[in-house]
C-alpha cells in the first residue's frame, strides 16, 4: 500500500470521530440555536462545554481536511508525490467534481474567524458560532464527497 492509501485510512478514521463528536454536539444543542446574547449569557457549563467541542472538532476536521485527506486524495488520483500548491491541488479536485474552490475556502474562512474570534466580541461569536451550526450539514457534504471518492480507490 503506498504512503498516500495509509495516510488517506487513516485520515477517514480520524475524520469520521471528529464528525461524530460534531453530530453529537449538534443533537445536544440543536434546541439552544440559533443562539442570542440572551440565550448565549445564561447557556449552562456543559453547553457552553459542547459549543466548545464544536468548535475544537470542526477546527480540528478543517485541519486535518487540508492537511492529511485532501493532498494524499491528490496524490492518489494524480499518482504523484510531487509537491503542488494547495489552490494547484483544490482547482485539481474542482475539476474532477469532488469539491468546490469557493465552498471550501468559505469553510477555510469560517474555521479562521472562529478561531480569531471566538470569545473576543460576544456579537461576533454569537453570530460566527450561528453561522457553523447552520452550516455544519453542507461541510459534512463535502467531507463525504472526498470519503467516498477515497473508498472507492482503496480497499
Known amino acids: 500500500m503506498n504512503p498516500a492509501s495509509l495516510t488517506l485510512k487513516s485520515s477517514l478514521s480520524e475524520n469520521d470521530a471528529?464528525?461524530?463528536?460534531?453530530?453529537k454536539a449538534i443533537e445536544s444543542l440543536k434546541l439552544d440555536f440559533p443562539l442570542s446574547q440572551e440565550k448565549f449569557i445564561t447557556l449552562s457549563d456543559s453547553k457552553i462545554a459542547l459549543i466548545d467541542q464544536l468548535v475544537y472538532r470542526f477546527t480540528k476536521m478543517q485541519?486535518?481536511?487540508r492537511t492529511?485527506?485532501?493532498?494524499?486524495?491528490?496524490?492518489?488520483?494524480?499518482?504523484s508525490d510531487r509537491p503542488k500548491p494547495f489552490l494547484d491541488i483544490l482547482n485539481r479536485l474542482e475539476q474532477l467534481e469532488l469539491l468546490e474552490v469557493e465552498s471550501w475556502q468559505w469553510?477555510?474562512?469560517?474555521?479562521?474567524?472562529i478561531a480569531h474570534e471566538y470569545l473576543d466580541s460576544l456579537d461576533q461569536t454569537i453570530s460566527a458560532l450561528n453561522l457553523l451550526f447552520e452550516s455544519l450539514p453542507q461541510f459534512f457534504q463535502l467531507y463525504e464527497v472526498l470519503k467516498n471518492e477515497v473508498l472507492q480507490r482503496i480497499p
Open 107 to 113: 469553510f477555510r474562512e469560517l474555521r479562521n474567524r
Open 63 to 65: 485541519d486535518s481536511l
Open 18 to 23: 471528529h464528525q461524530m463528536r460534531l453530530k
Open 68 to 79: 492529511r485527506l485532501i493532498p494524499s486524495l491528490f496524490d492518489l488520483l494524480e499518482e
